[in-house]
Nanobody, 124 residues
Framework: QVQLVESGGGLVQPGDSLRLSCAAS????????MGWFRQCPGKEREFVSA?????????TYAESVKGRFTISRDNSKNTVYLQMNSLKLEDTAVYYC????????????????WGQGTQITVSS
């Protein structure tokens, strides 16, 4: 059983930066692919970014965040990060991290474990 705890959310202005962290426990972190997803009220959950479990740490991004967000992981700290730059109003959502054993996918249902989510509000 893997537990995931997100942190780093908050209220920011358009153009600001924010870094989310997701700390994992209860499993061998290096065996898990990690993903970030987000959900706005009344909307379906959407993919944001993912990073493979493999050593080369291949990454993928949704088109809406490509060039602004960067996913990374530190296996020594069992933590995955999402650096978010140039935040926009439409980035407002609850952000969730997810873990899947040897998973690298944009599909949320392929991830087994989920955090509780952290709210990001971008407002002027």
């Amino acid at each position: 059983q893997v537990q995931l705890v997100e942190s780093g959310g908050g209220l920011v202005q358009p153009g600001d930066s924010l870094r989310l962290s997701c700390a994992a426990s209860g499993g061998t972190f290096s065996n898990y692919g990690m993903g970030w997803f987000r959900q706005c009220p009344g909307k379906e959950r959407e993919f944001v970014s993912a990073i493979t479990w493999r050593a080369e740490s291949t990454t993928t991004y949704a088109e809406s965040v490509k060039g602004r967000f960067t996913i990374s992981r530190d296996n020594s700290k069992n933590t995955v990060y999402l650096q978010m730059n140039s935040l926009k109003l439409e980035d407002t959502a609850v952000y969730y991290c997810a873990a899947g054993l040897r998973t690298f996918s944009r599909v949320g249902s392929l991830y087994t474990y989920w955090g509780q989510g952290t709210q990001i509000t971008v407002s002027s």
